[in-house]
């Protein structure tokens, strides 16, 4: 059992940055590989970021590659996702999960998540 709570979406420019946060509750964050899907309305929900449970090895969706970056820092219960050079089309509610498989994309592998973080981008 763990709990997700994603926090520092806003409105921003295009060209603009923005960093989320997931904080979360109890068992702790090592045990858990977690990654960030973001949904826009009348579309699927799409995978954004991962990162692995022991080294920190992070992989994306090419729609963010280069752009994106995630990290973890396990001391503080708290994953992160670095967002620059931000597009209108990134406009969506932004999710952080949890999953016990050791990397994944699928959104069906991910038994917990949070209540997601509004991220507009304006043109």
């Known amino acids: 059992q763990v709990q997700l709570v994603e926090s520092g979406g806003g409105l921003v420019q295009a060209g603009g940055s923005l960093r989320l946060s997931c904080a979360t509750s109890?068992?702790?964050?090592?045990?858990?590989?977690m990654g960030w899907f973001r949904q826009a309305p009348g579309k699927e929900r799409q995978f954004v970021a991962g990162i692995s449970r022991s080294y920190g090895f992070t992989y994306y969706a090419d729609s963010v590659k280069g752009r994106f970056t995630m990290s973890r820092d396990n001391a503080k219960n708290t994953v992160y996702l670095q967002m620059n050079s931000l597009k209108p089309d990134d406009t969506a509610v932004y999710y952080c999960a949890a999953r016990e498989v050791a990397r994944s994309t699928n959104p069906l592998e991910y038994k917990y998540w949070g209540q997601g973080t509004q991220v507009t981008v304006s043109s």
């Open positions: 109890g068992r702790t964050l090592s045990s858990y590989g």
